[in-house]
Nanobody
Framework: QLQLVESGGGLVQPGGSLRLSCAASGFTLDYYAIGWFRQAPGKEREGVSCISRRGITNYADSVKGRFTISRDNAKNTVFLQMNSLKPEDTAVYYC??????????????????WGRGTLVTVSS
């Protein structure tokens, strides 16, 4: 069974950091572009960051310079390091996967597999 499982969410104060993980089971991430998306209460889901199978990354303007996406194919896991967190980063964060031969990725790619999400709350 193909599955993506997010972890690492929680409550953090403004200015703090969290590291989200996305672990895949049932398939290998080597041949997939991976994306992180988020959805805040009352808002539409938005793309946060993605990493292609070749390691090329892309970020939403709102998180550039604060978030870093990385992948460890040996662990079949993708990470999202989030620094300098702001209250507006509060959302459920989802990871997703798309089988792709493209060297790059885009935040509006139509992803195939989705995790169930992990909640990030930034509040004092």
């Amino acid at each position: 069974q193909l599955q993506l499982v997010e972890s690492g969410g929680g409550l953090v104060q403004p200015g703090g950091s969290l590291r989200l993980s996305c672990a895949a089971s049932g398939f290998t991430l080597d041949y997939y572009a991976i994306g992180w998306f988020r959805q805040a209460p009352g808002k539409e889901r938005e793309g946060v960051s993605c990493i292609s199978r070749r390691g090329i990354t892309n970020y939403a303007d709102s998180v550039k310079g604060r978030f870093t996406i990385s992948r460890d194919n040996a662990k079949n896991t993708v990470f999202l390091q989030m620094n300098s967190l702001k209250p507006e980063d509060t959302a459920v964060y989802y990871c997703s996967a798309l089988a792709s031969v493209r060297p790059t990725c885009a935040l509006d790619d139509r992803m195939t597999y989705w995790g169930r999400g992990t909640l990030v709350t930034v509040s004092s």
